[in-house]
């Protein structure tokens, strides 16, 4: 990449972005804006796919919405993309979780990762 390139996106690159994986159940703020008023939209779901790098990198969430799947493809670096909370992490073995698309039920959900605890040995 060209070097006057790369320093433009790296001016345009979000500093605060939260580090999550695939299967985590995120809650994405977006900017709305409707007509003269503008106002900050939440989509929570579990993230099915990240793809691309650097200014160029999107992920896309994945919910259940009265009975019907909905999709949502976000832009990380995005200005209108306000806040990106992890609710949850999920314990996954793919990449790109598609096959969500044809499980329903408790099929479709995904297995919480657990941390493990660190037990001090304090013998008395």
Known sequence: MHPTIK???DEQ???DAPSFNIGD???VSVKVDEGDKTRTQAFEGVVITKKGS???ENFTVRRISFG???ERNFPLH???V???EVIRTGKVRRA???YLRNQTGKKGKIEEERKREEVSSTAV
Do not use: H, Y
């Open 96 to 98: 790109k979780l598609f």
């Open 25 to 27: 159940s995120v809650r």
């Open 82 to 84: 306000q806040k990106i």
């Open 7 to 9: 320093a433009i996106e």
């Open 54 to 56: 650097g200014v160029r």
């Open 68 to 70: 019907e799947g909905v």
């Open 78 to 80: 995005s200005p209108t």
């Open 13 to 15: 690159l979000r500093k």
